[in-house]
């Protein structure tokens, strides 16, 4: 064999070499797959039959309680006309009892005037007008033509139930239609998107035939050591934020709906798993005049006699582009024209309000300021109950020369501004590029109370 033959030969075992290494990788790669579906369908049949089987228990246990409570109220009922019965037998009786002592005694009372008329018509001449006067007198004594009224029998109770057949028919009709079995909840979670120590959670209806007038939404800690559901919403609307939640922990999350017109709540949809990276946005603790709640979410403004006009910022910078961060106001006290909600690039700055350069804000009275300039566009008034957001995206970058972010406003984002069913869309440059932002507010007076998330 020349050079030139063992060469290709090698060339070729390397290629059949590399074609066998790429097939039994892609075999792994198939296998693994489909071992993945075979536990996608081990996990539908535990649904099928784990489902099934509650399901199960539940017709047994409502029907056995209703049977239960059905024989219940059927053998009261009859307790009760029994009872009925036996009043207007006692009640109808007793007249009749006592008229019939009253003829018994007379009857009695006749028999002993017999044996003495008898006697006294036996008795010597001697004795027989001493007799016969004394047994004259009690006969006289004893009304012998005064006779007891008997009552004909038209006249006494007769006794009869009357009942109704119809109430089977009724009660056969009624059990047809009593209860119903599906295959499919009529609402199932279709999204989980991760927050800020929360999971925003939405949901859709896939029964389009079910009317739902309110929705219940549902969560727990997941594991074994997982806690019982308890209620997160209760409402019309098809989304909720869940705040609170540790990050890297996994929660589960079941919805159900409630008919129109109707008390009682739709199956439960299948339980849906949810977790958050993200850790729960917190004021900053310490800035004179705030007080925090314990969660460091809520922040009240306390004190202004001091002349300080102090700028609350978040506890690190835990805002990221894509997101939306929102202010819920819960209370409100005298508006000013330097206060401020909104987000900055850092929060080292000695300044009384957001309303400087490297930031975005809304003031109390609708004023949007970028940069510390205010904008002709003006979004309402805040108030209590008022829920500002804020939405920022990355437009463009401007790289230097060197591929390298320059300095003076390169960076820009586009920023969504909403209060009540208004909002404001701009542009901002900042110097530098940010992976996150602060967020802040200033209140000249006391009594603002906001919650963010």
Known sequence: MNLKGGWRMSV?????????????????????ELQQRLHGLNQARKQIRGSSGQARETLQ???????????????????????????????????????QSLIENGVGQADELLREGEAA???????????LGSFTKKAMHIQLDSLPEVPALVDVPCVSAQL?????????????????????????????????GGILVR????DEDFAAADYRLQYRRSGSGGSQYEDS??????????????????YLFRVCARGEGRSEWSPWSVSQTGYTTLAPHEWCPGTEGYILSSR??????????????????????????????????????QMDQRDSLGVCVDSGREAESLQRDQAVCISTNGAVFVNGKEMTNQLPAITVGSAVTFDMEVVNLFPSSNNHLSEGG??????????????????????????SLFFGCSFAHSGWKVLVY
């Open 12 to 32: 070729e075992v390397d290629l059949l070499l590399q074609e066998a290494k790429e097939s039994i990788e892609a075999a792994q790669n198939y296998r693994s």
């Open 61 to 99: 246990r409502h029907f056995a309680v209703l049977q239960a409570g059905a024989t219940r109220l059927l053998n009261e009922r009859l307790a009760a006309l029994l009872a009925e019965v036996d009043a207007i037998e006692a009640n109808s009786v007793k007249p009749l009892d006592d008229c």
């Open 121 to 131: 018509l036996r008795c010597g001449l001697g004795e027989k007008e001493d007799k």
């Open 164 to 196: 109704d057949d119809s109430l089977l028919g009724l009660l056969r009709e009624r059990v047809s239609r009593h209860g119903s079995v599906s295959s499919h909840p009529p609402v199932q979670i279709e999204e989980l998107q991760e927050r800020p």
């Open 203 to 206: 949901w859709c209806k896939v």
């Open 233 to 250: 919403y209760i409402g019309r609307d098809c989304e909720f934020l869940v705040l609170h939640l540790d990050p890297h922990t996994e």
């Open 296 to 333: 460091r979410n809520i922040a009240l403004r306390s004190d202004s006699s001091n002349s300080l006009f102090p700028v609350l910022y978040s506890n690190t910078a835990t805002y990221f582009c894509g997101q939306t961060l929102t202010f819920k106001i819960s209370a409100a006290g």
């Open 410 to 435: 390169n960076f820009k984002l586009r920023v969504t501004i909403g209060s009540g069913n208004r909002e404001v869309v701009f542009d901002w440059l900042v110097d530098q590029a940010v992976d």
